[in-house]
């Protein structure tokens, strides 16, 4: 009898010692980033990326405003932006969906023409909300951009719109998103364009709002958008599926957003390209 017990008790042990590992060589798989394509990251590294522009809120200069993006680029940073919809579908630097906090407006954007958005001030400065083309225009290759993609739901029309503008552009890009929707669809229709999939420690921040929250937070959807890059809230860089992707997978790690010289410093090590807010970094 008790070798029939240690018999069922080792039956029990293998078999959880098979389905452990079975359930780790799938987390693996499942977190796996693009492997190839590396040689094009290359080209983003040794530089500091300003975040929204070089801007002040309280400046002639606020975020996402032409006059960030060319102090930006007369002080040789490389240049964090986010893109949106407007209800006439012009793609627009804009970070927030909502138009309260910058311009003191009701409503989204993708609720007003892009004329109409035109007469709303970008934080009581003379700025006013740019069209991505006018950016682009602006940047005219001088510095690398990183562009954010903002799709709130389902809807990933700015993602041909915004491409369309990006393939004549001639200066260095790659694109981002929270959303896994935007970065599959670069997968499919343009794939040679270095793309990140945009994440942040949901859980441990208290912005859980579903299930979809804990797969973002522990990208667990990489092996269908296959990102060049992570980048995360450099405050949650211990989270272990981070960490794999940049240890074990040497997939390019990218932190938002570094606010001091103190949160630079502790971050160098866990990343390898910065994009920094509200202070002026050291060196370059």
Known sequence: ????CMGIKMTILYTLIIVITVLMILYLLAIMPRLGNRKARLDF???????RGL????????ENSLAA???????????EMDVQLTKD???VVFHDFTLKRICGKEGKVCDYTFQELKEFKLCGSEERIPAFEQVLKLVGGKVPLIVELKVEWTDISVCPLADEMLRNYKGLYCIESFNPLALFWYRRHHSDVVRGQLSDGFLKSGEFKGILYVFLQNLMLNWIT??????????????CARKICRSLYKNMAVAWTIKSQQELEKARNKFDIFIFDSFIPDGK
Do not use: T
């Open 45 to 51: 590294l040794g530089v500091y990326y300003a975040h």
């Open 226 to 239: 296959k990102p060049d890059f992570i980048a995360y809230n450099h405050r949650y860089a211990d989270v």
């Open 69 to 79: 993006f060319k102090k930006a680029v007369e002080a040789g940073y490389g240049i």
């Open 89 to 91: 579908k012009v793609p």
């Open 1 to 4: 009898m008790p070798a029939i």
């Open 55 to 62: 801007h002040n809120n309280e400046s002639k200069a606020p």
